[in-house]
């Protein structure tokens, strides 16, 4: 109720109040009505009732008017409350709305700013893309030399296990050839034996037959100075047949490892030069091992900004930022292979210059045995030479003793003392140039004989001998390291032969693009298609999805100030239950309800176009049958057919389908006559009668009646020409 309304109200008077108006009234009524005074006292009774009347009516209507008062006052109470929270719930909306627009216009802001970012970074990892596309094809060029090193490098393996398979063809032919020449020497050593045999025979019977003292004496010392001699030969000639055995089967065993540190120089050396077109790589590498963790920086920093507006992010962001996870990890793993490469070669590089020092070492030392296999092959030339001297002699006594012998036994006469004097001072002076030579040649070999024993104990140190076993062994040991790093080698071949045969299932598939190939393609093409639909409708869900979450935080917001929500008036609950639908699910109903409807009106226009084409081609139909047979069909809907022949327009049939069990005499469906109009030929019922009923043949009765029509028209044509 307004509040003039209220304020012309008042506060009824008290009973005194009234009487006093009434007393007031009834002497104004005294002063107007002077003449009344002589009145009955009915009539006094009537008029004080009249006024009773009135004074109680006063009175209701004033207690009814307070009633009223109360009542509105309480409703305007109730309404000025209510003011009050429409007031509070307008400027909390009022708040509400224009931190909202803030909002919004700082997220658009930063959607700008961080489509410009995104613009600008998108473009950086392109170029990144292409550089990292590039390196990863320099690095697949890398692993085809690593491959073509590994096959040179088997190759070379090859070659020196031929080479080594040749060593020893060569070693077991020398074993031959010694084993003949200490059969050749037992040979020689038994003609010694026997020769010295001879010797001794010869020396026992120049003694025997000796007639002089003298020449008995010096036979003696002779056959004794033999025996020392021939004692001394033989035990020099057994110590240098087993000393030679001895340096025989040591240049054997150093030729053999000779041979392998020659084969392992080789392979040091094809390890040199991979680890200098490595290192070279590893040069390049280190500019792109920069630009990788440049990049990696500039993902983390960027991560955390790129966040928010991922679901507006394309398709192409996705892939290249997988394309880019693919090269980093190729990338990580190329560096691994390449710290590993430089380790493994690092230690072949002084394992090389340690086998290169001790191939050094053995080609020293090869020379000083190949000097010491020449000395004593002197030596042995020396004790030959020796043997056939002695054999010589021996020849030369058994002849002049069987010399002797005979002319012994031819002289009967006894020989002159003058003579075998002069016999004995001959042989004294013989035996005596020989004595002196043989002494000359002993103190000469035994020269040759210390020259050649210093020589071997400076060679024979021990400990020597034991830095030789040690560089061998840790020869053999970096075989050993070798071969393990062939086999590794291997084994990352037998890896990349598998992920090129899983590439090849790619590449037949059709899935795989190989690196510096760019696929071109139409921009409207259906994978695209299908790609923009799918994050189109991605985008939208996550709008729905976040939307729907905002609106549940606001809802729990408010359900824990329920007091304040349940004095809330209803028309504010009405539009909190409005606003509990998001703007995104609206429009994306919306936008779906748009579509059906396009998608409704498209096949209204299809089904449009298709009915004209069927009435078109139902007219050219129709007309084709009427110049053909000569009748006109009409089809209606409950699926009769009537038909009318074109000379007779009166001459009209209506037929239906009959039942489905019935068929014709071809295997179709049956036709029956229902109606006929009023024209035809006269004999129509005979025609009816032979082809329908007897017959059922409706197409020998549409012919009979077309044919009688078509001659009733021709007669009523010339009829009309005649008259």
């Known amino acids: 109720m307004p509040r003039d309304e209220v304020s012309s109200f008042s506060t009824p008077t008290p009973l005194a109040g009234s009487s006093r108006l009434l007393r007031s009234t009834a002497t104004k009524r005294d002063l107007l009505t002077a003449d009344l005074d002589g009145e009955t006292p009915l009539a006094s009774a009537k008029r004080l009732n009249r006024s009773q009347t009135q004074v109680f009516k006063t009175s209701l209507s004033h207690s009814s008017l307070e009633r009223q008062l109360v009542s509105e006052k309480s409703v305007r109470g109730e309404l000025e409350h209510r003011l009050q929270d429409r007031e509070h719930t307008i400027e909390r909306l009022e708040r509400d709305r224009r931190w909202l627009a803030d909002r919004e216009a700082e997220l ?42 590994h096959g040179t490098l088997a190759r070379s393996t090859a070659a020196q296990k031929n080479q080594i398979a040749r060593l020893t063809h060569r070693t077991t032919m020398l074993e031959e050839e010694l084993t003949h020449l200490q059969i050749r020497m037992s040979e020689r050593e038994a003609a010694l034996a026997d020769a010295q045999a001879e010797l001794a025979e010869a020396s026992a019977a120049l003694l025997a037959h000796s007639n002089s003292g003298s020449a008995r004496r010096h036979s003696a010392l002779g056959v004794a100075e033999e025996d020392r001699d021939e004692q001394l030969i033989a035990a020099e000639l057994q110590r240098q047949t087993s000393y030679i055995r001895t340096l025989e089967s040591k240049n054997t065993r150093l030729e053999g490892e000779v041979a392998r540190l020659q084969a392992r120089g080789g392979s040091i050396a094809v390890l040199q030069e991979e680890k200098r077109g490595l290192e070279g790589k590893v040069k390049a590498m280190e500019g792109l091992r920069a630009r990788v963790a440049e990049l990696e920086s500039v993902l983390t920093q960027r991560s955390p900004t790129t966040r928010p507006s991922t679901p507006s992010t394309p398709t192409s962001s996705v892939k290249q930022t997988h394309a880019l996870a693919t090269l980093r990890l190729a990338h990580a793993k190329l560096l691994e292979d390449n710290g590993t490469l430089k380790a493994e070669l690092a230690a072949a590089h002084s394992e090389r210059q340690a086998v290169e020092a001790e191939h050094a070492g053995c080609a020293g030392r090869q020379e000083v ?34 010399n002797h ?37 002993a103190q000469l070999e035994a020269e040759l004989n210390a020259a050649g024993a210093q020589k071997g104990q400076q060679r024979a140190d021990p400990e020597e001998l034991e830095r030789q076993k040690q560089k061998i062994a840790e020869a053999e040991e970096a075989l050993r390291l070798a071969t393990a790093e062939s086999e590794t080698h291997l084994a990352r071949i037998d890896a990349l032969e598998q992920e090129l045969f899983e590439l090849q299932g790619e590449v037949a598939g059709g899935r795989h693009v190989p690196p510096g190939v760019r696929v071109l393609q139409l921009r409207d093409n259906p994978e695209s298609q299908w790609a923009q639909m799918r994050q189109a409708a991605l985008d939208r869900l996550r709008g729905e999805n976040e939307a729907l979450m905002r609106r549940l935080k606001e809802v729990e917001a408010r359900a824990a100030i329920a007091p304040a929500a349940e004095s809330a008036p209803a028309p504010a609950n009405g539009e909190c239950e409005s606003e509990l639908v998001p703007r995104e699910s609206w429009e994306l109903l919306s936008k779906e309800k748009t579509e059906l409807e396009e998608l409704l009106k498209q096949k209204e226009k299809r089904l449009l176009r298709l009915k004209e084409v069927y009435n078109a081609k139902g007219a ?29 327009l009166c001459a009209s049939f209506v037929f239906q389908p009959g039942q489905q069990q019935q068929r014709g005499p071809v295997g179709g469906g049956t036709m029956q006559l229902v109606a006929q109009g009023e024209g035809g030929p006269q004999d129509l019922p005979d025609l009816m009668q032979f082809w329908i009923a007897k017959e059922q043949c409706i197409p020998g009765f549409m012919a009979s009646v077309t044919l009688e029509c078509y001659e009733n028209a021709k007669r009523g044509g010339d009829g009309d020409q005649d008259s």
């Open 108 to 149: 658009k802001e930063q959607i700008e700013r961080e489509s410009a970012q995104w613009a600008e970074e998108k473009l950086k990892a392109n170029s990144e893309l292409r550089t990292l596309r590039a390196n990863y094809i320099a690095l697949q060029e890398a692993h085809t030399e690593l491959e073509d090193t």
């Open 369 to 402: 045995l190949e000097k010491e296999k020449r000395l004593m092959e002197d030596r042995v030339r020396r004790a030959l030479d020796a043997q056939e001297q002695a054999e010589g002699s021996a020849k030369f006594f058994k002849a002049l003793a069987e």
């Open 620 to 648: 050219e139909f129709r007309d084709a049958i009427a110049s053909i047979l000569g009748v006109k069909l009409v089809f209606k809907p409950n699926g009769q057919v009537r038909v009318t022949s074109i000379y007779d």
């Open 405 to 441: 012998q005979a002319e012994s036994q031819h002289s009967l006469e006894p020989a002159d003392d003058g003579r075998e004097e002069l016999h004995a001072k001959h042989i004294a002076h013989l035996e005596a140039t020989i004595d002196k030579y043989k002494a000359a040649n």
